[in-house]
């Protein structure tokens, strides 16, 4: 159970100790004023309207800084109902309640035994949890809807302004949604999301539509926004936009596109274009910026799942491209490229360019001993097509290359049954070649594991 040290007493910074309500308001203990107050000035009926367990929900207690003393020490989060032992420790009720439910005699604090089990309501701790909290709450009310009257005014501002100034409101917009996730739902019930979409378009600067798309990727669209959005005219802007922008207007690009692919209206020619695929192969080779490389090989992996498209993948160069990125990779971000390789190898001239690159064996091979399961699944299937292909030349590279050794402790892992079967296939096919006494001298193996 996780132990804390609770305080007999709150201490305030001067030395001195919080008797009751007013002494901690008096003292400035719950944050220097502004509290709901009554006529006489003091605490008045308006924190106790709140709901107190709704205001800790609301709030991020880690954030907030919570006092130790409002903790409760079993669970570690703040007190709704505190009640006192008779040790003098305070704990939730229900908490303390389940503990001494289950024939604890003891305090969970201390360790005294307990000369008595009754729990006593710790009213004026619960006054001072329940101002501290009303007065966070009422303050993180008042933010948000400051912020919401801002970007109310940023949104109609868009309507009038041009150029700069346009361009400098959509990017105080954009913070602004990063930083107060509950704006996200106004902006689009305020008409602002409309607005934004319809500044994408064919004279759209990409000034301006760098800035929209940052703020589109972070909404909930609906069914009719994407719709819209999936214009051919924007979807272009998009596209360029992937091409020549900052790294940051790249990833937020190929998140709205992925994003967009996610509706069933979408339609599959905007992905044959030659301009988007090339953009996303050279961002996938940018060993600078990892969250570019993550977020390129995503979207590769999305769009490569369409049939139609694989063609002109392989077309633009995008299995040697990846099987050359492969080494740089984690064995987490090896995955999606190695699903890729792995769905181009389902078409001929696919499966021909793995054959033809020099490195598909070794650098797949290298990958199975570090790569998930998932990455082990598409790094065999890959294996099996190019060997199964070119079986006297293929072969005989993955068995240079170690691929028999490898194959055995994928053979001796917990991994499925499946994985097992085919890398027990993957290394009969590889030993079709060779004497057994060769086999075994080439794959550096002893008898006990031939």
């Known amino acids: ?9 709150w201490r305030l910074e001067g030395g001195g100790q919080v008797i009751d309500l007013e002494t901690a308001v008096k003292d400035g203990i719950l944050g220097g004023g502004g509290l709901p107050t009554g006529k006489d000035g003091t605490l008045g009926a308006a924190a106790e309207k709140l709901d107190l367990k709704k205001m800790i929900e609301g709030l991020d207690s880690a954030a907030e800084d919570v006092p130790s003393v409002f903790i409760c020490p079993i669970s570690l989060e703040p007190m709704v109902d505190p009640v006192t032992l008779c040790t003098g420790q305070t704990y939730e009720r229900a908490n303390i309640l389940k503990w001494l439910s289950l024939g604890h005699l003891t305090c969970p604090t201390t360790m005294q035994e307990l000369w008595d089990d009754a729990v006593t309501p710790n009213r004026t701790l619960h006054q001072l949890i329940s101002a501290w909290f009303s007065q966070r709450y009422l303050l993180g009310k008042k933010r948000s809807e400051d912020v919401q009257g801002r970007a109310a ?24 949604v990063v930083a107060h996730p509950s704006l996200r739902n106004a902006l689009a019930d305020s008409g602002g999301v409309a607005l934004l979409s319809s500044l994408l378009g064919p004279f759209t600067s990409h000034a301006v539509g760098s800035e929209v798309i940052a703020i589109l ?14 214009q051919p005219a924007r979807i272009s802007l998009v596209v360029d936009m992937l091409n020549e922008g900052t790294i940051d207007t790249k990833i937020n690009c190929t998140r709205y596109i992925e994003m967009l692919m996610a509706e069933k209206s979408f339609r599959c020619e905007f992905m044959l274009s030659l301009s988007l695929l090339v953009a996303l192969l050279r961002l996938a080779k940018d060993k600078r910026h990892p969250n570019g490389i993550a977020a390129a090989l995503s979207l590769l992996e999305a769009i490569c799942s369409h049939e139609q498209v694989r063609s002109s993948l392989v077309s633009v160069g995008a299995v040697t491209q990846l099987v050359e990125l492969l080494p740089n990779l984690s064995p987490e971000g090896s995955v999606p490229a190695l699903h890729i390789l792995d769905d181009l190898s389902t078409i001929p001239e696919g499966l021909s360019a793995l054959k033809d690159c020099p490195q598909t064996i070794p650098n797949t091979v290298r990958l199975l001993m570090r790569a998930s399961e998932a990455g082990v699944q598409y790094a065999l299937s890959i294996l099996w097509a190019v060997c199964r292909l070119a079986p006297d030349e293929c072969a005989s590279l993955a068995v240079e290359a170690g691929l028999p050794a490898n194959l ?14 085919r890398a027990a296939e993957l290394l009969k096919l590889c030993s079709l070649n060779y004497t057994t006494t060769l086999f075994i001298s080439k794959c550096k193996l002893t008898r006990t594991i031939q």
């Open 153 to 176: 005014e940023l949104v109609q501002s868009l309507k009038k302004v041009k150029g700069q100034a346009r361009v400098e409101a959509i990017k105080e917009l954009q913070k602004m």
């Open 217 to 230: 990727v972070n909404l909930s669209l609906d069914s009719d926004t994407k719709a819209s959005l999936m």
């Open 1 to 9: 159970m996780p132990q804390f040290q609770q305080h007999a007493s």
């Open 408 to 421: 055995l402790l994928v053979i001796q892992s917990g991994c499925n049954p499946e994985l097992k079967q």
